[in-house]
């Protein structure tokens, strides 16, 4: 992976316009002209085009209204968006009259072009970022300034906004090739989007997102995404594709115990006890929800003693403190304590 450096910024212009947006609109707007070429070379009917032109978005404000009035902040989820816009396709494309499968591959691949860009407008801004890794794109005070964590700040990361948006491109022009039949595209698109996404959840390091028995809100999204496909259309890569991700799945549940403490909302809990607890002049032990205590005190030679320590989590080691160490601090010394279970993790402030 090549090291991509500071080349992401968060603002554009002397207006100091967010980067998001600014590709978020030109990704509406080329997605729009995209769909429109397919409806016209499918000789789509004017009911069909009004489907495939503004119910994809309706439902995309739609649930993002009601998303971001319930969570009491912003909050833009690709697979519930994605979800509101195939089913208001459906809904909508019976009444229209014509081929419903037909106007489904106009409308996903029509999201699919607009993903291209949306995921760069998250490379940008540094949402829906990667862990860290060797090589990758660093993010700097500016984007902490937006919301990125500043725990993360001048740590390479794994570019997944970048990997998404490349396959995404390949998927859709991959999807064209077999588009003969209608609704082939569509299940193309969708079941290869939903086999990158499952694999790409593994490098994602943003907390907001859910988890539930080892498996993020994206990668059940996935799972039901395969199934509905391979039911909708019995063939033998349809089937194939909800068979890997099931397997995965169930691979991933298993391991649900080994994999938890090093997830990226245990992470950020982490991060907020420390902060809760240098704030407090008694440093008191706190806990996470997971059974990792955590407490600290400063070192003559200035440097601060993390002291980790688990009694119920059932894998819970020294080798599991430095793992979680290395994520939260570049720099740190691990010792062992006396009491079996307890961790020093020295940090330079």
């Known amino acids: 992976m090549f090291a991509l450096s500071r080349c992401a910024t968060p603002k554009l212009g002397p207006r100091k316009w967010s980067t998001y947006t600014v590709l978020g609109f030109l990704g509406y707007g080329v997605a729009s002209v995209f769909s429109a070429v397919l409806a016209s070379a499918w000789d789509f009917t004017l009911a069909m085009r009004l489907v495939v032109s503004f119910a994809p978005p309706l439902a995309f404000i739609a649930v993002i209204t009601v998303a971001t009035a319930l969570k009491g902040r912003e909050w833009i989820v690709f697979?519930?968006?994605?979800?509101?816009?195939?089913?208001?396709?459906?809904?909508?494309?019976?009444?229209?009259?014509?081929?419903?499968?037909?106007?489904?591959?106009?409308?996903?691949?029509?999201?699919?072009?607009?993903?291209?860009?949306?995921?760069?407008?998250?490379?940008?801004?540094?949402?829906?970022?990667?862990?860290?890794?060797?090589?990758?794109?660093?993010?700097?005070?500016?984007?902490?300034?937006?919301?990125?964590?500043?725990?993360?700040?001048?740590?390479?990361?794994?570019?997944?906004?970048?990997?998404?948006?490349?396959?995404?491109?390949?998927?859709?022009?991959?999807?064209?090739?077999f588009s003969s039949t209608p609704g082939t595209a569509a299940l193309v698109y969708a079941t290869g989007y939903a086999l990158m996404r499952f694999a790409l959840e593994l490098v994602r390091g943003d907390p907001v997102r859910p988890f539930a028995?080892?498996?993020?809100?994206?990668?059940?999204?996935?799972?039901?995404?395969?199934?509905?496909?391979?039911?909708?259309r019995p063939t033998w890569w349809t089937f194939a594709a909800a068979i890997v991700v099931l397997a995965g799945?169930?691979?991933?549940?298993?391991?649900?115990?080994?994999?938890?403490?090093?997830?990226?909302?245990?992470?950020?809990?982490?991060?907020?006890?420390?902060?809760?607890?240098?704030?407090?002049?008694?440093?008191?032990?706190?806990?996470?929800?997971?059974?990792?205590?955590?407490?600290?005190?400063?070192?003559?030679?200035?440097?601060?003693?993390?002291?980790?320590s688990s009694t119920t989590h059932p894998k819970w080691s020294t080798a599991a403190a430095r793992r979680i160490a290395d994520s939260l601090w570049t720099s740190n010394e691990i010792i062992e304590g006396r009491t079996p279970g307890v961790v020093h993790v020295l940090v330079a402030v």
């Open 213 to 232: 028995r080892g498996l993020s809100e994206a990668q059940w999204f996935a799972l039901a995404t395969t199934v509905v496909c391979a039911v909708a």
């Open 79 to 177: 697979y519930q968006t994605t979800v509101a816009g195939v089913a208001a396709v459906v809904l909508l494309g019976r009444l229209a009259g014509g081929s419903v499968w037909r106007q489904l591959d106009v409308a996903v691949l029509g999201i699919g072009v607009f993903l291209v860009f949306g995921r760069l407008g998250c490379f940008h801004v540094a949402c829906c970022h990667g862990t860290p890794s060797e090589r990758g794109v660093v993010y700097a005070d500016e984007h902490v300034a937006v919301g990125f964590w500043k725990r993360w700040k001048g740590r390479p990361l794994v570019p997944v906004q970048l990997v998404e948006s490349a396959g995404s491109a390949v998927l859709v022009g991959l999807a064209l090739v």
């Open 249 to 308: 799945c169930v691979a991933l549940v298993r391991r649900r115990i080994d994999r938890e403490l090093f997830l990226p909302p245990h992470l950020r809990e982490i991060d907020a006890l420390s902060e809760t607890i240098l704030a407090d002049p008694t440093h008191a032990r706190r806990e996470t929800r997971l059974g990792v205590g955590i407490s600290c005190h400063t070192l003559p030679d200035g440097r601060v003693d993390w002291i980790m």
